[in-house]
């Protein structure tokens, strides 16, 4: 009987260290630039940012990672567990599981702002915007306008764990390894486009999210470090990087677009305006030119009166075009 209890206590303390050891984090890999699996050219800008979310236990976090998958820095949140991104004129939308709500991140500090709180439901797991409304599923898909006021729902016997807008069809994100495809034209009847149907990169897939381009999502994998993915319409990869934490889920992009060379002011022409931002920027304290180098006009890796002389030059006295340093 003492050798059973003895056992019996053994294997108990054995069993709490085990739990207590799967709440720690894993330490985000050393992750090289140029020494990353990736499987083909990840297309991004040196100046975009990748967002994503991983969640453990009582814990959650929301990542900002440079275009090699490079951790810039994460944000920590006790009793949240944030899943799905939306992305909206730069402002970036995150949903969350353990309350049906969805907040609007500050992504200098961190700082989360309530947009979405509906308490006649238990959970978000996905966010997507059509270009005028918000949708959030709960088995059944809600709507809600720019304010976060509710537009509605449509019956929708789904669990969905993504969802996104591609510009004409709302896409979903199930745990069983589909994104599927849905008319939502009609709204509240959805359609749905069954040819269209398409595998993720993976069956472990969350969040989804569409640049414009390109869908993204993440891998959730207990215990082990997943993927971020890029892919297309079919579910073909373009990109992959090694997430910094395991239990991932949603993953989108802050992408900036290309840039017209000389172009100073933004307006993609060039003309006398950008002369004049480009000396209002260096000498009078104005704002800089997004990106810098688009004004770095000889190419020299570096933004001075040189560059001012070569836009003159060109505009007004038949010089060559101006010359960017390439990415
Ligand atoms: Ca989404
Ligand atoms: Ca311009
Ligand atoms: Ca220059």
Known sequence: MFLIIILVLTSLTFAVRTAAGENTWRQPPE?????????????????????????????????????EGNVYTHYEYEFYRFVDFEIVDGEVYVAEAFAPRAYKVDLATGDLEVFIDDWSLYYFYDIAFDGEYFYVDEWDLNRYDIEGDKDGTAAFDEFVAGSAWDGRYLWTMDDSGHA????????????????????????????????????????????????????DHRGRVIAQWLAPAFSGWGAAAILHDTFVCGDANGDEIINILDITFLIDYLYMGGPPPDPLTAVDVNSDGTVNILDITCLIAYLYDGGPEPNCPQD
């Open 31 to 67: 992750i090289e630039l140029n020494d990353r699996p990736t499987e083909s050219p990840t297309g991004l800008a040196p100046d975009d940012t990748i967002l994503f979310t991983a969640n453990q236990e009582w814990l959650s976090r929301i990542y900002l990672l440079g275009p």
């Open 180 to 231: 599927k495809c849905w008319d939502i034209s009609g709204w509240p009847t959805l359609t749905e486009i069954v040819e269209n149907t398409f595998p993720p990169p993976s069956p472990q897939c969350r969040g989804f999210w569409f640049d414009g381009e390109y869908f993204w999502t993440a891998e959730s994998i207990d215990g082990a470090l997943g993927y971020i993915y890029r892919f």
